[in-house]
């Protein structure tokens, strides 16, 4: 599935069931102690208030690797565009 399918799944937002959420959260879990202790609660208290561009855009960031993720989610390497980096700010502020 490439990202302008899910692009399009998460944009109608009568369908937002529960699949991408599930997806998302799957994806969360990496291999990397310090990025779950990142998202994990970001996750708990927010995943399901995310409208859907801010879906596609967790979406994608979770297509990082860990270490790249790591070094994003810790203000190392900059967000490839603006709602990346304010998605970045509320997970750190979660």
């Not at 979770?62 to 304010?86: E, F, I, Y």
Request: hydrophobic content about 45%.
């Amino acid at each position: 599935m490439n990202d302008e399918v899910v692009y399009e799944a998460v944009q109608q937002a009568a369908v937002r069931d529960d699949r991408i959420f599930d997806r998302i959260r799957w994806r969360a879990r990496r291999g990397l102690l310090e990025n779950d202790l990142l998202l994990k609660p970001f996750l708990e208290k927010e995943l399901l208030g995310l409208s859907p561009d801010e879906l596609h855009t967790l979406d994608a960031m979770l297509l990082l690797s860990d270490n790249d993720l790591l070094d994003v989610l810790m203000g190392r390497k900059v967000g490839v565009d603006s709602a990346t980096n304010t998605l970045v700010a509320r997970i750190q502020n979660a």
